[in-house]
């Protein structure tokens, strides 16, 4: 990792010093080793804090909404840091006509998995101040306040990564990378599987159990790559469904499904509900729950594969399954 | 237990993986049959009877082994029946039927001796097929 | 009593004229801004509210229907229950509509000029219909002569008249009708606009011939050196010049000079047509044209062409000159054909003996290699064919490959009989698996699925009934005009059923092969079909549109083009636009309902996530109302 | 009053013995996250959980309440109105920094006009706090002049070796401990030198911390408003801003509200919950908003903290420190990078 | 599940104005009954149908919801039923994943001639819903109260 961030720092800074990009969108170093934020830089001075490493997670795509027509405006270029799995959601949002392409300059940038410091703070850390890689690559030394401890990255990798799709750019300008694609790790679908196999019952309390922490502080809606809309549903008074707190359970639910119907077939896969909830809910299991429901009856689909492709919920075929295959009767 | 005629005619469509329903009966299997005349049943006779669950007088005939699995029937179907997968799925059952599943070398004699216009290539498929 | 209402009253008869004056007369004493008429479907009598509505001066779409009839009283025997039914139904029309809002039918011009593309037979015939009702047909045909595929045949069935004898003067009448403007060796370039107003651009290509000084007199052609050009009207069976004139025929009987085979053209020297002309029409420096038109409605008539053969290896097409297609057989039975209308084969020109047919070549076939439907005509004109030749020539054996003989049409089954019975055609009820050459002479293979035997035959000719497919243009023509097109290139029509010659794109409809296979009297009569809606669209002065269409809130509308993807009318198009978001001004690409379009269906309101895309009267809201009303 | 004690195995005993008399609120753990919840036999107090994700305000002031009920009776409307809370109930194990976030609300719902909900509950509540475990690196209650290690509140309690030692601040206390004198025991000097202990570590740490040279300079009732307000960073710092609640959501001082209503067929319910001003909807008015920027919105979160608070309360900050917002929020930003940026070295007057 | 007699359950039953209000009308004019818990609503398309429809439904106490429409290739707007079918197929599914009993919803395509089926497919319904019992698993308590 060390190496590809020195690279794409160097390069982020070359474009820029060269002119072909005026910004910089990036992660900037924080107050801790571990809470950098996303940010746009504007001039080659401010790239001293630009940061790649281990805690980059953030997806940056959904910035260039605003940020690939403002620099249109200005008339200059943005350079995006990509990471593979970012490249899904950029590409969804080519598709569906966000993104200014021509004022984007994707720098992908090869990703070894990204940690959560939430999941480090899970096994027991209390008070840390710092992590080192080791040189086996596969475990970090934890500093503490209270002393230092050792944990296998494995355990502690952002869920997205832990069933990471790949490391292959769907879409870039230039790419930086050391990583062979080896392919999906680990079977992103088993936890939805789990689910599957359980009673009704149980998995009506499973999900009564996790819904009713959801604070509806909209954190999942506004991380979300495909929630993109301007005023969502949720928010609009006269939508009919408006709601502002979970003051029922029922709002929960209704707001976790109609979010999850709505980026059917658009979501990427990209995990940032699940990385931002604050509450630890798994939203993503919602998600991979209609991707693989899609991939299931319409045919292996992954959005944002390829820019332009037509969404699995505005296509179909004369002989698609009847909904009566998930609801017991009814169809012909 | 004693499985019907008609079980064994699923268990032969299950096993070719061809779906017999789709033949619309024209023939062309057939006309572009190359052994056609050695074989008592002919490939649309097949398909027709395989779809009628009439297979037990198919498993008894021996001129099945007469098919030589050149699979032109199967280029050539416009709907996609691939009768020459019917015909060796009454093979494999005809050859479970006897005992053990095996084909061993010793066996090509006696074959021969039984028939001897049996096509060589019919039983170098039988041969790569069934030896276990 | 539901809030809102402040007059009810029971009355029996509530669509007879007292009732709707009971309507009519709360109206105007409440001064009722909704009404909600309780009584039997509104499919039934919505219109007839609506229209007492309007009489007392509410807006028509401020009624609703409760059904109390067919979906309560009818059905449920408990008086109590169906009662307690019919004052929720009434509750959720309340509901509904006091969100009701005024709505009113949009208006739009009719262009008053129909564009028919093709000028086959169903273009000829469409346009004529539409011409002798008055109003002006303009018809593009790529080639340089109307006439298409009808042209090409030598007799019809089941009546066997000669083709070219019904078709020409009808050819004739489309040239000579004030009403008509054929435009040949054309194409459609580009299409916008929408039913009433199309605007289309039309690329006319140069001729190298002045159409309105060439007499036709066919000098230039005699005189011609270039002499290789495949004759395509004769299907390449023979050649012609560089300078031509398709057939005889012709309409318009111009010469046109095929670019790829002039001489001048290619090197600059040469010039002879020009010497000869004596009436000076050619003219070697003529560019491209392009003529651009409004149009009220665009008929599709891109006809079809056989497939190709040569995919069918086993048939020998492209190895062996004996076998050919039915369509060549016609060009070689036709007087004006390559052998002057006499049988005779084509490899050696001798007369041959025994001809094989074999049908379905390529039709009903799903391996890939054909096209999985029925091409519906040439069971009826093998069937010709081998009666023509058994009647002509009856020497020769007839034999017929046959999977099926499909002869559904008046006096159709009567003719394949007479074939067999009369003619003694050979019809053999299976398929031919191999055709091959055996020293010189052509073998075909095939089974007889009858008496269950194989049989060899030989043959000195073998006639393949190869399926058809719709012309290579109509997918780009249908994108063009935004119809809808199936897998197998066919466009689709507005329904199966009841709206078979329209597309589902309004003002645009479909004539002849374009959407499915059909024979001559099919496609003439669905020709007609096609005339009498776009004459039906033509006379009117305004179109009115119906009020219930998706309107989008540009305020929430993300641009994300999922509305337009699902629409099946095209209705939604996309405009980039400076858009004043309370106070925010930024340039946005926002969605656009063309009201003229949209049907109201409401696919869109669906797939729009932020709700941006919502239907008139039967809004969001409106059906949110109802689901409340009912389960409370 | 003195010292008492009890075991931290015996806490069970100590919360039940107080259930019968009263509500007794803790942290619980959900589905692998805490929040207070009321407490049922079998639930324990985890020391070791420095934070619930909702802040210990949401006892006090609950992120949805009814206020009142309407609806149509014939041609009248009847209303009837929610009951502010009227039974003692008892919240334990509130940390320092939650303690001082329920004297920013109280500054805010108890002074005119009082929001009666809030005080029928600060009323029959009693705050039983809890010196916290283990500090983390995202702490800095210091900053605002918090003890950490006199966590306040009616009673406050120290933990040393298994054992909580407690003391009532107030009658509401003393009266709490009185009523459970049979299971907690009096404390000998080796006790109270243990707490002191206890204590002493707790704030050694404390100086170890971080962000324990974070300082509020730069901010309070003495900066100037209009410098600070128009400071160009402002952009920056909210470039990356999601515009979600997660930080106001979990922050022990936050205290906007929205009054929404919800239509349930037979009757209309006007209840309250929590609002964000990081939503574009916030004091949305007919006219529109007046933060239609994320900028503006971002700004107002922070200036409220930090400038509009202490200048309406004396001075007193509207954070307190507890660090949750560092630890949620979506896209690490925070007060601290907001002081850091605008503050201390950086601030104006320097 | 033991079914009470009196308990009568609220069913939503969304058809489209083709096919489906249609046959819901033919079941009407040759009196097939069905139970009077079914309440119809008119759409023009079954495509019409959003998920937050049938959700709001849910809310509001509905122990059902079916949905009616042409079948797949006879819609009147040529296509609007196939995106019917994918729509539900999948809300369907989810609404299954987060525990909600299979069988309170329900897609049928019924057309205009059906009248039998229609009346066929509510008394069905209203079986399966009975055996089922009250929705208690999505619907918002304020409602019930």
Not at chain 3, 367 to 392: E, F, N, Q, V, W
Not at chain 5, 11 to 36: E, H, K, Q
Request: proline share 4%; charged share 25%; with cysteine.
């Amino acid at each position: 990792m060390q190496r590809v961030s020195e690279r794409v720092i160097a390069r982020a800074r070359e474009l820029m010093r060269e002119g072909t990009v005026n910004k910089v969108a990036g992660w900037k170093a924080g107050e801790f080793f571990y809470d950098c934020a996303p940010y746009v830089f504007e001039s080659e001075e401010s790239l001293k804090d630009l940061v790649y490493d281990r805690f980059c997670a953030a997806n940056l795509s959904k910035y260039m909404i605003k940020n690939s027509v403002a620099a249109g405006a200005e008339g200059g270029k943005v350079l995006v840091l990509l990471k593979p799995c970012d490249t899904y959601s950029f590409n969804q949002l080519l598709t569906e006509h966000r993104i200014a392409r021509e004022n984007v300059y994707v720098l992908g940038v090869g990703c070894e998995g990204m940690c959560d410091i939430d999941r480090i703070r899970e096994k027991g850390f209390k008070g840390i101040t710092g992590v080192d890689e080791n040189a086996d690559g596969k475990t970090l030394t934890v500093h503490t306040l209270y002393g230092d401890g050792e944990v296998a990255i494995d355990d502690v990798l952002v869920n997205k990564c832990e069933f990471c799709k790949g490391k292959a750019h769907m879409i870039f300008d230039e790419l930086i990378s050391d990583n062979e694609d080896e392919g999906p790790r680990g079977d992103r679908f088993a936890g939805v599987r789990e689910l599957e196999a359980m009673s009704p019952a149980d998995r009506f309390a499973f999900w009564q159990s996790e819904l009713s922490k959801c604070i509806r502080c909209n954190a999942c809606r506004n991380a979300c790559p495909a929630c993109s809309c301007r005023k969502c549903v949720f928010d609009n008074d006269a939508s009919g469904i408006a709601s502002k707190a979970n003051t029922d359970s029922f709002e929960e639910k209704m707001f976790h499904i109609i979010r999850a119907f709505h980026v059917a077939g658009r979501c990427t896969d990209c995990g940032e509900c699940t990385r931002v909830c604050p509450q630890g809910i798994p939203l993503h299991l919602f998600n991979r729950k209609y991707i693989k429901d899609i991939n299931e009856f319409y045919g292996e689909y992954a959005a944002g594969a390829e820019a332009g492709q037509r969404g699995p919920l505005i296509n179909y075929t004369v002989d698609d399954i009847e909904p009566a295959a998930v609801s017991d009767k009814g169809g012909n | 237990m004693q499985m019907s005629e008609k079980d064994v005619a699923a268990l032969v469509k299950e096993i070719s993986g061809s779906d017999v329903k789709k033949c619309m009966k024209c023939g062309k299997c057939s006309a572009t049959c190359p052994a056609y005349g050695e074989m008592r049943f002919h490939p649309h006779q097949f398909v027709a009877m395989v779809a009628r669950g009439r297979v037990e007088e198919l498993l008894k005939d021996p001129t099945v082994t007469r098919c030589l699995s050149c699979f032109a029937c199967v280029e050539r179907c416009p709907r996609g029946v691939e009768p020459a997968n019917v015909v060796a799925a009454i093979r494999v059952l005809a050859e479970r039927e006897q005992e053990g599943n095996n084909f061993s070398p010793a066996d090509v004699p006696k074959l021969l001796s039984q028939d001897p216009e049996i096509p060589q290539q019919a039983l170098v498929s039988a041969f790569r097929k069934y030896r276990k | 009593m539901q809030p809102g209402v402040v007059f009810a009253q029971d009355y029996q008869y509530m669509c007879s004229e007292a009732g709707q004056n009971i309507i009519k007369d709360a109206i105007k004493t409440h001064g009722l801004t909704g009404v909600v008429v309780c009584s039997c479907s509104p499919r039934m009598h919505e219109a007839t509210f609506r229209k007492a509505a309007a009489q007392a001066g509410l807006n028509p779409f401020m009624v609703e229907i409760a059904n109390i009839r067919e979906h309560c009283s009818w059905i449920h025997k408990d008086k109590e229950e169906g009662t307690e039914k019919a004052c929720v139904l009434m509750r959720a029309a309340v509901a509904k509509v006091t969100l009701n809002a005024p709505l009113k039918a949009g208006e739009s011009k009719v262009v008053k000029r129909a564009l028919v593309i093709g000028g086959g037979i169903a273009g000829i015939q469409t346009a004529l219909d539409i011409a002798d009702a008055g109003f002006p047909v303009d018809i593009v045909e790529k080639n340089a002569t109307i006439g298409g595929r009808m042209a090409q045949l030598d007799k019809t069935f089941p009546t066997l008249d000669c083709s070219s004898c019904i078709l020409t003067p009808k050819m004739v009448e489309a040239k000579a009708n004030e009403n008509i403007r054929l435009i040949t060796y054309a194409e459609v370039e580009e299409v916008s606009g929408f039913v009433g107003s199309f605007k289309a651009k039309i690329r006319k290509k140069a001729r190298f011939v002045k159409e309105d000084v060439c007499t036709g007199c066919g000098v230039c052609m005699s005189k011609c050196p270039s002499k290789k050009g495949l004759n395509e009207f004769n299907m390449g069976l023979n050649n012609r010049s560089a300078i031509y004139i398709p057939f005889a025929q012709a309409i318009p009987n111009v010469a046109v000079i095929d670019k790829e085979q002039c001489i001048k053209l290619k090197t600059g020297k040469c010039g002879l047509c020009q010497k000869v002309c004596t009436a000076g029409a050619i003219d070697y420096t003529q560019q491209d044209e392009f003529i651009e038109e409004e149009y009220g409605a665009i008929v599709m008539a891109t006809g079809f062409r056989p497939i190709d053969a040569s995919k069918f290896d086993e048939y020998s097409y492209s190895t062996c000159k004996d076998v050919v297609t039915s369509l060549e057989l016609e060009r070689i039975m036709n007087a004006a054909g390559p052998t002057g209308g006499v049988l005779l084969r084509p490899s050696d020109g001798k007369h041959p003996h025994s001809i094989v047919f074999i049908q379905c070549v390529g039709s009903r076939d799903v391996s890939g290699r054909g096209k999985p439907y029925c091409s519906k005509i040439c069971c009826m004109y093998t069937a010709k064919h081998a009666m023509l030749i058994r009647d002509k020539y009856p020497d020769v054996e007839v034999h017929v490959f046959y999977i099926d003989v499909r002869t559904p049409g008046k006096n159709f089954d009567e003719f394949y009989r007479r074939a067999a019975e009369q003619y003694d055609v050979d019809y053999i009820k299976g398929q031919v698996g191999k055709v091959y050459e055996e020293n010189g002479q052509l073998v075909v293979r095939g089974v007889d699925l009858i008496s269950n035997e194989q049989i060899v035959l030989n043959a000195d000719m073998v006639v393949l009934a190869t399926a058809i497919e719709p012309d290579p243009t109509a997918r780009k023509v249908a994108n063009m005009l935004t119809a809808s097109i199936d897998t197998n290139d066919f466009i689709t029509e507005a329904h199966p059923k009841l709206r078979p010659v329209e597309s589902p794109t309004a003002g645009i409809f479909l004539s002849g092969v374009c959407q499915g296979p059909k024979d001559i009297p099919e496609t003439v009569s669905q020709a007609g079909a096609a005339a009498s809606k776009v004459i039906g669209l033509l006379a009117k002065d305004k179109l009115t549109t119906n009020p219930c269409v998706a309107h989008s809130d540009e305020l929430l509308c993300n641009g994300c083009s999922c509305c337009e993807k699902v629409c099946p009318y095209s209705a939604i198009s996309y405009e980039t636009k400076l858009i004043n978001d309370h106070g925010v001004k930024e340039t946005r690409r926002v969605a656009m309902v063309n009201e003229a379009l949209c049907q109201g269906c409401g696919a869109c309101t669906v797939v729009c996530p932020s709700g941006a895309m919502d239907l008139k009267g039967f809004s969001n809201k409106q059906i949110m109302a109802e689901v409340d009303a009912i389960c409370l | 009053m003195a010292m008492k004690k009890i075991a931290l195995t015996q806490l069970e005993q100590l919360f039940a013995a107080l259930s019968l008399t009263r509500k007794v609120y803790l942290p619980v753990e959900k589905a692998g996250q805490y929040d207070y919840a009321p407490w049922q036999p079998g639930l324990t107090y985890h020391p070791e959980v420095l934070h619930t994700v909702k802040s210990a305000k949401s006892v006090f002031f609950p992120q949805s309440e009814d206020l009142i009920r309407y609806k149509r009776a014939g041609l009248s409307l009847e209303i009837s109105q929610q009951a502010p809370e009227d039974e003692e109930f008892v919240v334990f194990g509130v940390h320092a920094c939650d303690v001082a976030g329920f004297e920013v609300l109280d500054r805010v719902f108890l002074s005119e006009p009082v929001d009666s909900y809030y005080k029928a509950r600060r009323e029959h509540g009693t705050v039983f706090s809890v010196m916290c475990a283990k500090p983390e690196e995202t702490c800095f209650c210091g900053t605002f002049g918090i003890d950490a290690e006199a966590p306040g509140g009616d009673v406050q309690s120290w933990l040393a070796d298994g054992v909580l030692y407690m003391e009532a601040l107030t009658e509401k206390g003393e009266a709490l401990l009185a009523a459970v004198s049979g299971i907690v025991s009096e404390v000998d000097d080796a006790g109270t030198q243990a707490a002191a202990e206890t204590r002493a570590a707790h704030k050694a740490i404390m100086e170890r911390l971080p962000l324990a040279d974070l300082t509020t300079d730069g901010f309070g009732a003495d900066a100037e408003l209009l410098p600070l307000f128009n400071r160009p960073e402002w952009k920056e710092l909210a470039s990356s801003c999601l515009g979600c609640g997660t930080c106001t959501y979990v922050c022990p001082t936050c205290q906007c509200y929205d009054i929404r209503e919800y239509n349930t067929g037979k009757e209309i319910r006007r209840f309250r919950v929590w609002d964000s001003c990081m939503y574009s909807d916030f004091t949305m008015m007919a006219a529109g908003t007046p933060r239609p920027d994320q900028m503006q919105r971002f700004r107002q979160r922070f200036m409220h903290k930090l400038k509009y608070y202490p200048d309406n309360y004396g001075g007193a900050f509207s954070c307190v420190g507890c660090g949750r917002c560092l630890q949620k929020c979506p896209i690490s930003m925070n007060i601290v990078k907001v002081m850091r940026k605008l503050g201390g070295a950086n601030h104006n007057d320097k | 599940m033991s079914v009470n007699a009196d308990w009568k359950p609220r069913i939503v039953a969304f058809c489209c104005n083709w096919c489906s209000y249609a046959g819901a009308d033919l079941a009407g004019s040759s009196r097939l009954a069905y139970p009077a818990d079914v309440k119809i609503i008119r759409e023009p398309c079954s495509c019409r149908v959003n998920p937050m429809f049938i959700l709001k439904a849910f809310e509001r106490g509905a122990d059902g919801v079916i949905l009616c429409g042409c079948h797949p290739g006879d819609c009147h707007y040529s296509t609007g039923n196939y995106y019917t079918r994918r729509r539900m197929a999948l809300l369907f599914s989810m609404l299954d994943y987060i525990g909600v009993e299979r069988g309170r919803t329900r897609v049928e395509w019924v057309s205009a001639a059906e009248g039998a089926k229609f009346s066929r497919v509510m008394n069905d319904f209203v079986a399966q819903i009975r055996e089922l019992g009250e929705n208690v698993k999505v619907g918002d308590l304020r409602c019930k109260e």
